[in-house]
């Protein structure tokens, strides 16, 4: 089996977060390899002028011109350690957040708090004076606020969480949100204001995710009943044919519809549950049947 073959095989079978970090790096990569081309032939001109066509710009102008940056910005990276961290987070929070909930609204997190970001930060660019001379040239890239989104979310979802940290010991997800929007305020008037203004983009994005899911409302039923939407259609131009498997018991269409939403209501009490006394408060068999929904 070839090489492109095994990563297809890979990407398919890792599921959204094994997916999310391959994207990044690849594109990282494709980048880079671009850039060593580009070197060679003495046209360092024009990796440049990739970035620019890709990462998110400040001026509304040329955003007008170029509305795919809002989405290709944030899985573009130019530094090592800023994919590195960015990656390591996401794969950190985002197994705990894959604990609670489904890879689904992992996916949706991510963008729309990417979106969220984005709009942030180009707002902000254009309504404060601090920034007026900077508009003009000013670019996002990177997938903090995409990450930063899922970090709040689940960090606020299910707050007592706790974890350990090196030299800190236990510590829950909630101090550790809080410290990061801290950090990220304080850091405005360094010299990567953008990068701060769209972290804190997507940590409202995940915050508000968090409080509302808590309510019984999700914020990204929306979103994936369009991309599920935009799935069936490319699907249906390729002409592959979708089969939806039914479990090998012989049931009526009545008699599966009842059983599927006893176990939707059986997730809806044990995340209820978890909102008022935490995930330890779960017995086992609670948590196999919060796993086995995520799948």
């Given at each position: 089996?070839?090489?492109?073959?095994?990563?297809?095989?890979?990407?398919?079978?890792?599921?959204?977060?094994?997916?999310?970090?391959?994207?990044?790096?690849?594109?990282?990569?494709?980048?880079?390899?671009?850039?060593?081309?580009?070197?060679?032939?003495?046209?360092?001109?024009?990796?440049?002028?990739?970035?620019?066509?890709?990462?998110?710009?400040?001026?509304?102008?040329?955003?007008?011109?170029?509305?795919?940056?809002?989405?290709?910005?944030?899985?573009?990276?130019?530094?090592?350690?800023?994919?590195?961290?960015?990656?390591?987070?996401?794969?950190?929070?985002?197994?705990?957040?894959?604990?609670?909930?489904?890879?689904?609204?992992?996916?949706?997190?991510?963008?729309?708090?990417?979106?969220?970001?984005?709009?942030?930060?180009?707002?902000?660019?254009?309504?404060?004076?601090?920034?007026?001379?900077?508009?003009?040239?000013?670019?996002?890239?990177?997938?903090?606020?995409?990450?930063?989104?899922?970090?709040?979310?689940?960090?606020?979802?299910?707050?007592?969480?706790?974890?350990?940290?090196?030299?800190?010991?236990?510590?829950?997800?909630?101090?550790?949100?809080?410290?990061?929007?801290?950090?990220?305020?304080?850091?405005?008037?360094?010299?990567?204001?953008?990068?701060?203004?769209?972290?804190?983009?997507?940590?409202?994005?995940?915050?508000?995710?968090?409080?509302?899911?808590?309510?019984?409302?999700?914020?990204?039923?929306?979103?994936?009943?369009?991309?599920?939407?935009?799935?069936?259609?490319?699907?249906?131009?390729?002409?592959?044919?979708?089969?939806?498997?039914?479990?090998?018991?012989?049931?009526?269409?009545?008699?599966?519809?009842?059983?599927?939403?006893?176990?939707?209501?059986?997730?809806?009490?044990?995340?209820d549950k978890i909102s008022k006394g935490g995930y330890e408060s779960l017995t086992?068999?609670?948590?196999?049947?919060?796993?086995?929904?995520?799948?």
């Open positions: 089996m070839d090489f492109a073959s095994e990563f297809k095989r890979f990407f398919r079978q890792g599921g959204a977060l094994t997916q999310l970090i391959l994207i990044n790096i690849t594109v990282y990569l494709s980048l880079k390899i671009l850039g060593v081309i580009f070197f060679l032939f003495q046209q360092e001109d024009l990796e440049q002028l990739l970035l620019q066509f890709l990462a998110l710009p400040a001026d509304p102008g040329r955003l007008l011109v170029r509305p795919w940056t809002i989405l290709t910005y944030m899985f573009l990276h130019y530094d090592l350690l800023h994919i590195l961290f960015n990656m390591l987070w996401l794969f950190w929070f985002g197994k705990i957040f894959l604990e609670y909930l489904n890879a689904k609204k992992l996916l949706s997190v991510y963008l729309l708090g990417g979106l969220s970001g984005g709009l942030f930060y180009v707002l902000a660019y254009n309504l404060f004076p601090a920034f007026a001379e900077s508009v003009p040239m000013s670019i996002a890239l990177g997938a903090s606020a995409a990450v930063l989104a899922i970090v709040m979310a689940i960090s606020f979802y299910v707050p007592n969480y706790t974890i350990r940290l090196l030299f800190i010991g236990p510590v829950k997800l909630k101090y550790i949100a809080l410290a990061t929007i801290i950090i990220d305020i304080l850091s405005i008037r360094s010299g990567n204001a953008g990068g701060h203004l769209a972290h804190l983009g997507g940590a409202l994005f995940g915050f508000v995710f968090a409080t509302q899911l808590s309510k019984g409302r999700d914020l990204s039923r929306g979103f994936n009943r369009v991309a599920d939407s935009l799935a069936s259609l490319f699907r249906s131009r390729r002409g592959m044919r979708v089969k939806y498997k039914r479990s090998a018991r012989n049931e009526t269409d009545m008699e599966y519809n009842a059983r599927k939403a006893s176990e939707q209501q059986e997730i809806d009490r044990i995340l086992r068999e609670e948590k196999d049947a919060l796993f086995r929904s995520g799948k």
